[in-house]
């Protein structure tokens, strides 16, 4: 089973980059009803890292949490880096539920596990 690691950096909003990651994410995902899902990690980081936080919106006003719920229902971890997430002062906050707060540690091991390492 081929894995891959999604780190993604934009933010939800200004742009459509988190709505492609997530987009790609459950499209890979969802190849597993035919037998064909890789193993995927999604790692949040920088301004990213508000994607957690519920009704997070992107450039066009969708709301991307529900995306990141159907994710996280298929089984896919997402991470926040508690970092980026501490310095944006969301440690204490309400997440997405399912979301998990994640170290550099996992972040390098993910890298090191996956064969292939995307970036939004």
């Known amino acids: 089973m081929q894995k891959i690691l999604i780190i993604v950096h934009a933010p939800p909003y200004g742009s459509e980059r988190c709505l492609s990651a997530l987009r790609l994410a459950l499209a890979l ?7 064909e899902a890789p193993a995927l990690d999604v790692f949040l980081m920088s301004d990213a890292t508000v994607l957690a936080l519920p009704d997070q919106q992107d450039a066009s006003g969708n709301t991307l949490q529900k995306m990141l719920e159907q994710l996280i229902g298929h089984g896919v971890p997402v991470r926040l880096c508690k970092t980026c997430a501490g310095n944006r002062g969301l440690l204490n906050l309400p997440l997405v539920g399912g979301v998990t707060i994640g170290t550099l540690a996992e972040l390098a091991d993910a890298t090191l ?8």
Do not use: H, N, S, W
């Open 29 to 35: 995902a969802l190849a597993g009803r035919e037998g």
């Open 113 to 120: 596990r996956a064969d292939k390492v995307i970036t939004f």
